[in-house]
């Protein structure tokens, strides 16, 4: 009996675990890996509802935008279940070549195909690094310029 049992509660298990990873990847951004280690998503603003959500506009040949990177990459490793960084290649690169950058610079954080500007309905920055600040209800709060540090953003999120 003790056997039969057992059995039944490892096959629960089983399929409980199923249905938590279910639920987790279906309300994920779509990830499309491009190869090199890195990720490149989709964004999926539905998805990020009930988060925060920091949106970091980078380019390679900004000094500022570089140095900033490492501290983006404490604050989604050590927030990560609360808050979800996503850069953006203020260029545009692409592709492979976009994920030659992300390796090079060390970024850990998933970088976004495609421009949020219109999403979120703000302009898209002049000057670089520029991050937004999207609280968990979906809506910008705040556009920081300049670099950022972890204490600048944990002020900033509450966190």
Same mark, same amino acid.
């Given at each position: 009996?003790?056997?039969?049992?057992? +059995?039944r509660? &490892? #096959? !629960?298990?089983?399929?409980?675990?199923?249905? =938590? *990873?279910?639920?987790i990847?279906?309300?994920?951004? &779509?990830? /499309?890996?491009?190869?090199? #280690?890195?990720?490149q998503? %989709?964004?999926d603003?539905?998805?990020?509802? #009930?988060r925060? $959500?920091?949106?970091?506009?980078?380019?390679?040949?900004?000094k500022?935008? *570089?140095?900033?990177?490492?501290?983006?990459?404490? @604050? +989604?490793? +050590?927030?990560g279940?609360?808050?979800?960084v *996503?850069?953006v290649?203020?260029?545009?690169?692409e592709?492979? +070549?976009?994920?030659?950058?992300? $390796? /090079? @610079?060390?970024? %850990? @954080?998933?970088?976004?195909?495609?421009?949020p500007?219109?999403?979120?309905? @703000?302009? /898209?920055?002049?000057?670089l690094?520029? !991050?937004? =600040?999207?609280?968990?209800?979906?809506? $910008?709060?705040? /556009?920081?310029?300049?670099?950022? !540090?972890l204490? %600048?953003? &944990?002020?900033? !999120? #509450? *966190?």
């Open positions: 009996m003790l056997q039969q049992l057992k +059995a509660l &490892k #096959g !629960t298990n089983v399929v409980l675990l199923g249905f =938590v *990873l279910a639920i990847i279906t309300t994920m951004p &779509k990830q /499309r890996h491009s190869g090199s #280690g890195d990720i998503i %989709d964004l603003p539905e998805a990020l509802k #009930g925060w $959500v920091l949106i970091n506009y980078w380019a390679e040949w900004c500022p935008c *570089l140095e900033e990177i490492p501290e983006l990459n404490a @604050f +989604a490793e +050590a927030y279940e609360q808050v979800s *996503l850069g290649n203020y260029d545009g690169v592709g492979e +070549a976009l994920a030659r950058v992300i $390796v /090079r @610079f060390g970024i %850990d @954080f998933p970088v976004l195909s495609q421009d500007a219109s999403i979120y309905k @703000f302009n /898209r920055p002049e000057v690094p520029v !991050t937004f =600040v999207i609280n968990p209800e979906g809506v $910008v709060q705040q /556009r920081l310029v300049g670099p950022q !540090t204490a %600048d953003l &944990k002020r900033v !999120t #509450g *966190l």
